[in-house]
C-alpha cells in the first residue's frame, strides 16, 4: 500500500476529479435510454479519467466489494447498478455547477482529457500488439496515469493552480511538486489505485510514467506499456533509441509499428473527442504542457453583501439537489437509497466516511442493526435519545447539524462518539439529520477533520438540504411499504369474505345433492347394480364439499412475515407477464413447479424483482423458436442447509467468460449486461442475490444455452418441521 505525507494525504481524500460537462450529459442520457447496454455505457465511462476515478471508488467501496476486486469499468459498473450509476452522474453533474459558481480562476481540461485518451488507446494498442493478456487493464492505466493532477487541483486550488501555471510541461511539473509537495502526481494517482485495492502492477503503471529509459526496461510488462505510450504521445517521429528500447522490452515490434500504434490511436482519440464535443487540440503530440490543465485566467466574482451571498448559497443549494431528489425516488429498495445516498454525500460534499443510523419507531432510539457495509460498531448500538450520550443523539433531538468541532458544544465528549470516529480512522464527527415531514427519521454520522469542517462552513445550508432530502425519501419508501402492506390485507380480508359468502352458498345445494342421492341408494333395489357408482358419485361430491369448506379457513399465521410462497408467485407473474415476454416473441416456455406451496425466507419484492429482470434478460437474448425452462424444486439440501432451487435454462446464445466471471464475482455482475440484453435493469440482480443469501450458479457456452441456478432459502418453520420429522 502506497504512503503519503500526512497533510497531503488529508488533503487528497476530499478531492474530486471533474469530468467533462459533455461526458456526464451523454452518460445521463445512456442511463435513460432502454436501448443502452452495460457495455456501451462502460465504453463512455472508460473516456473520461474522472468518472473512471469515481464509479472505481464507489464499485471497490466496501458496501460493494465485500472482498472482491473490480479491475474494469464494465464489471465496477455491473456491481453497482444503473440506478446507482445515474446517481453519481447526477451527483457529479450537481457538484460540477457548484464547482462553476464558486470557483475564482478558470481552468480548461480539453487538453488533459484528450491527453488520457491517447495515452489510453496507445496503451491498449501497445498492450494488444506485444501480447499482453488483458489490454483494457492498459487501456485504464494509461486513462488514469496524470488522474493525481486533477485530484491536487480539486483537493489543493490555487497553490496548485500557480504550481501549473509556472510549469512549462510535465516533467517540469512533476519536479516541482517533488519539491514543493513532497509527493508527484504519479504517486497521488499510485495512491488512489491502493484504496481501490487493485493490483499492484496496475498502480505502478501509474506511478512509473516519467522513470527514466534505464529503469522502466527493469519494470514489470503493464508499467512498460504505459511508460512507452507515455513517451510516443510527446513525438514526431518514432527516434531510434525508443525504437530499441521498445524491442528490448516487448520484442521486435517490426518497421513503422510505433508509428502507426502512435497514429491509429491518435485517430481514435479525436473520433470519440469530437463525437461528446471536446475540441482536440491541432497536434496532440506537440511540445510542451499540451497534456496539462491549462489555468485561464482569474474570475471576478460580483460584490454583495454577507446577506445577499447567503440567501444565493441557500437557494443555489436547493436549487442545485433538486436533481438528487428526483433520482432518489427511483430507487427500488431502501438498500438501494442508502447506497445512493452514500454516494451523493461522498462527491457533493467530500464526505468518504460515513454511517446511518435509524430512529426507531416506538422509543426513538438510534440503530443501525440492518444496515449492511458499516463499519461494526455501528450495528452493536441502540442510543437513547439523550443529548449527552452522542453528537447523532443531539442531532436526532434538536434537528440541527452537530459536529465535534462546534464552539456551542460543552467541552465533555461521549466516548461514544470517540469510537464513532475512530472507526472512520478521524479526529472528529459530523452528524446530519435526516428530517422528514413530521419527525426525524434518522442520521447521518461522518468522520470529520477540521480542515474538512472549516472547507464545510459555507455549505451548511446545503448539508440540511441533503439531510432533508434523504429523511422525506426514507419516510415516504417506509410510507409506500406500509400503504402497499395495509392494500394487500383490505383486498385478502374482502376476499375472505367474499369466499365464505360463496362458500355458504355452494354447500346448500352440495348438502341437498348428497340428500338425493341417499334416497335414490336407498330406493333402488338391491340387484339395481349402480349402487357402487352412486357410493363413489357420493365420496367425490363430499371430497368437493371438504375443498369449499377449506376455502374458508383461515390459513396459520406466518412466523416470519418476510417469506413468500415462489411457486405461487411464479404462477401469478407469468400470468402477467408471459404474453408480453414470451408468447408475443415466439418463445417457448416450459414450466415445472410443484402444485404444492413452497415457502421461501425472502423478501417478496426482491425475488419478483430477480425474476423478472431474468425473465426479461432472456425474452430479450432468445430468439423466435427458441426455448426457456422454469423448474423450482423443493427441499435441496446444499452444505447442511436446505434451498429450494430455483433453474432458469434456455437454448438461446448463451453467455462469454467475461459475462460468466462478472456474474460469478459474489454474483454482483448482472445477468442482463452479461447477455447482451438491451435493458440495463439487471445489474442489480446480482447485488439482490447476495444481499438475500441466495447462491447463483450458472452454467453458459456461447452458443449453447445458459442455465441459472437460485438456491432460495427455506422458511424457517419448514425447515425445522422437517428436522423434527427426522428419525432419531
Same mark, same amino acid.
Given at each position: 500500500m502506497y504512503s503519503l505525507p500526512e497533510p497531503i494525504r488529508h488533503a487528497i481524500e476530499s478531492g474530486r476529479a471533474p469530468s467533462p460537462p459533455q461526458v456526464l450529459l451523454r452518460l445521463l442520457q445512456m442511463v435513460d435510454d432502454d436501448s443502452t447496454t452495460m457495455a456501451s455505457l462502460a465504453t463512455l465511462v472508460e473516456q473520461d479519467p474522472g468518472l473512471?476515478?469515481?464509479?472505481? =471508488?464507489?464499485?471497490?467501496?466496501?458496501?460493494?466489494?465485500? !472482498?472482491? &476486486?473490480?479491475?474494469?469499468?464494465?464489471?465496477?459498473?455491473?456491481?453497482?447498478? =444503473?440506478?446507482?450509476?445515474?446517481?453519481?452522474?447526477?451527483?457529479?453533474?450537481?457538484?460540477?455547477?457548484?464547482?462553476?459558481?464558486?470557483?475564482?480562476?478558470?481552468?480548461?481540461?480539453?487538453?488533459?482529457?484528450?491527453?488520457?485518451?491517447?495515452?489510453?488507446?496507445?496503451?491498449?494498442?501497445?498492450?494488444?500488439?506485444?501480447?499482453?493478456?488483458?489490454?483494457?487493464?492498459?487501456?485504464?492505466?494509461?486513462?488514469?496515469?496524470?488522474?493525481?493532477?486533477?485530484?491536487?487541483?480539486?483537493?489543493? /486550488?490555487?497553490?496548485?493552480?500557480?504550481?501549473?501555471?509556472?510549469?512549462?510541461?510535465?516533467?517540469?511539473?512533476?519536479?516541482?511538486?517533488?519539491? &514543493?509537495?513532497?509527493?508527484?502526481? !504519479?504517486?497521488?494517482?499510485?495512491?488512489l489505485a491502493d484504496q481501490w485495492h487493485l493490483d499492484s502492477s496496475f498502480a505502478d503503471g501509474i506511478l512509473f510514467h516519467h522513470s527514466p529509459a534505464e529503469q522502466i526496461v527493469t519494470a514489470a510488462q503493464l508499467p512498460q506499456l504505459v511508460w512507452l505510450a507515455h513517451q510516443l504521445s510527446s513525438c514526431d517521429e518514432v527516434p531510434d533509441e525508443l525504437e530499441r528500447l521498445a524491442g528490448q522490452m516487448f520484442g521486435d515490434c517490426g518497421n513503422g509499428a510505433l508509428s502507426a500504434s502512435r497514429d491509429g490511436a491518435e485517430q481514435r482519440m479525436r473520433v470519440f473527442a469530437d463525437a461528446i464535443g471536446i475540441a482536440p487540440p491541432e497536434r496532440s503530440r506537440q511540445a510542451g504542457a499540451g497534456g496539462l490543465p491549462r489555468v485561464l485566467g482569474v474570475r471576478q466574482p460580483a460584490p454583495d453583501s454577507a446577506a445577499e451571498r447567503q440567501m444565493a448559497a441557500i437557494i443555489g443549494d436547493k436549487a442545485l439537489l433538486q436533481p438528487l431528489q428526483q433520482d432518489l425516488c427511483t430507487l427500488e429498495s431502501d438498500a438501494e437509497l442508502l447506497l445512493a445516498l452514500r454516494e451523493a454525500a461522498r462527491i457533493l460534499f467530500d464526505l468518504n466516511q460515513l454511517a446511518f443510523l435509524l430512529c426507531d419507531s416506538a422509543d426513538g432510539r438510534l440503530t443501525a442493526r440492518d444496515i449492511a457495509g458499516q463499519a461494526p460498531i455501528f450495528r452493536q448500538v441502540s442510543i437513547l435519545p439523550e443529548a449527552q450520550r452522542s453528537l447523532a443523539a443531539s442531532a436526532?433531538?434538536? !434537528?440541527?447539524?452537530?459536529?465535534?468541532?462546534? &464552539?456551542?458544544?460543552?467541552?465533555?465528549?461521549?466516548?461514544?462518539?470517540?469510537?464513532?470516529?475512530?472507526?472512520?480512522?478521524?479526529? /472528529?464527527?459530523?452528524?446530519?439529520?435526516?428530517?422528514?415531514?413530521?419527525? =426525524?427519521?434518522?442520521?447521518?454520522?461522518?468522520?470529520?477533520?477540521?480542515?474538512?469542517?472549516?472547507?464545510?462552513?459555507?455549505?451548511?445550508? !446545503?448539508?440540511?438540504?441533503?439531510?432533508?432530502?434523504? /429523511?422525506? =425519501?426514507?419516510?415516504?419508501?417506509?410510507?409506500? &411499504?406500509?400503504?402497499?402492506?395495509?392494500?394487500?390485507?383490505?383486498?385478502?380480508?374482502?376476499?375472505?369474505?367474499?369466499?365464505?359468502?360463496?362458500?355458504?352458498?355452494?354447500?346448500?345445494?352440495?348438502?341437498?345433492?348428497? /340428500?338425493?342421492?341417499?334416497?335414490?341408494?336407498?330406493?333402488?333395489?338391491?340387484?339395481?347394480?349402480?349402487?357402487?357408482?352412486?357410493s363413489v358419485l357420493g365420496e367425490e361430491i363430499e371430497r368437493v364439499a371438504s375443498i369449499v369448506r377449506r376455502m374458508s379457513e383461515v390459513p396459520a399465521s406466518r412466523e416470519d412475515e418476510q417469506t413468500v410462497d415462489v411457486g405461487e408467485l411464479i404462477r401469478e407473474l407469468l400470468l402477467l407477464y408471459r404474453e408480453t415476454l414470451f408468447d408475443s416473441r415466439g418463445i417457448a416456455v416450459e414450466t415445472a413447479v410443484p402444485g404444492k406451496p413452497v415457502r421461501v425466507a425472502c423478501d417478496r419484492d426482491s425475488i419478483k424483482q430477480i425474476l423478472l429482470n431474468l425473465w426479461k434478460n432472456a425474452s430479450e437474448a432468445l430468439s423466435r423458436g427458441e426455448r426457456f425452462k422454469l423448474s423450482l424444486t423443493d427441499d435441496v439440501l446444499h452444505q447442511g442447509h436446505r434451498f429450494a432451487e430455483l433453474r432458469l435454462q434456455d437454448n438461446g446464445p448463451g453467455m462469454n467468460e467475461a459475462a460468466m466471471a462478472a456474474l460469478h464475482r459474489s454474483s454482483q455482475g448482472p445477468l442482463g449486461a452479461a447477455r447482451g440484453s438491451r435493458g440495463m435493469g439487471l445489474a442489480i440482480v446480482g447485488t439482490l442475490a447476495q444481499q438475500l443469501g441466495i447462491p447463483v450458479t450458472c452454467r453458459s457456452k456461447p452458443g449453447h444455452g445458459t442455465m441459472i441456478s437460485l438456491l432460495l432459502p427455506a422458511d424457517r418453520a419448514e425447515r425445522r418441521g422437517k428436522s423434527e420429522a427426522k428419525p432419531n
Open positions: 473512471c476515478t469515481r464509479v472505481l =471508488t464507489a464499485a471497490n467501496s466496501s458496501a460493494i466489494r465485500r !472482498g472482491k &476486486q473490480f479491475s474494469s469499468i464494465e464489471s465496477c459498473l455491473m456491481a453497482l447498478g =444503473t440506478r446507482l450509476v445515474r446517481s453519481i452522474a447526477t451527483c457529479l453533474s450537481v457538484q460540477s455547477l457548484f464547482d462553476e459558481r464558486t470557483a475564482t480562476r478558470s481552468v480548461d481540461l480539453s487538453a488533459f482529457w484528450t491527453h488520457s485518451l491517447l495515452i489510453a488507446e496507445l496503451s491498449r494498442s501497445l498492450a494488444t500488439s506485444s501480447g499482453y493478456p488483458r489490454p483494457d487493464e492498459a487501456y485504464l492505466a494509461g486513462l488514469l496515469h496524470d488522474v493525481g493532477e486533477l485530484i491536487l487541483l480539486s483537493a489543493l /486550488g490555487e497553490p496548485y493552480l500557480k504550481l501549473l501555471a509556472a510549469c512549462a510541461d510535465e516533467a517540469e511539473l512533476s519536479a516541482r511538486e517533488s519539491e &514543493q509537495l513532497g509527493v508527484h502526481h !504519479g504517486e497521488i494517482g499510485t495512491w436526532a433531538l434538536s !434537528g440541527e447539524i452537530c459536529s465535534s468541532y462546534d &464552539q456551542a458544544l460543552p467541552p465533555a465528549t461521549s466516548l461514544m462518539d470517540v469510537q464513532f470516529a475512530r472507526a472512520f480512522a478521524s479526529s /472528529g464527527l459530523l452528524c446530519i439529520p435526516m428530517l422528514g415531514r413530521s419527525r =426525524t427519521v434518522g442520521v447521518i454520522v461522518a468522520g470529520l477533520t477540521a480542515d474538512q469542517h472549516q472547507r464545510l462552513g459555507h455549505r451548511r445550508s !446545503g448539508l440540511i438540504n441533503f439531510g432533508r432530502i434523504a /429523511g422525506v =425519501t426514507l419516510e415516504s419508501w417506509r410510507e409506500s &411499504q406500509g400503504a402497499r402492506k395495509e392494500s394487500e390485507e383490505k383486498a385478502a380480508a374482502q376476499f375472505a369474505r367474499r369466499t365464505r359468502r360463496a362458500v355458504h352458498e355452494a354447500g346448500n345445494p352440495l348438502t341437498i345433492i348428497k /340428500g338425493y342421492l341417499r334416497i335414490l341408494d336407498s330406493k333402488l333395489p338391491q340387484d339395481a347394480g349402480v349402487h357402487h357408482e352412486l
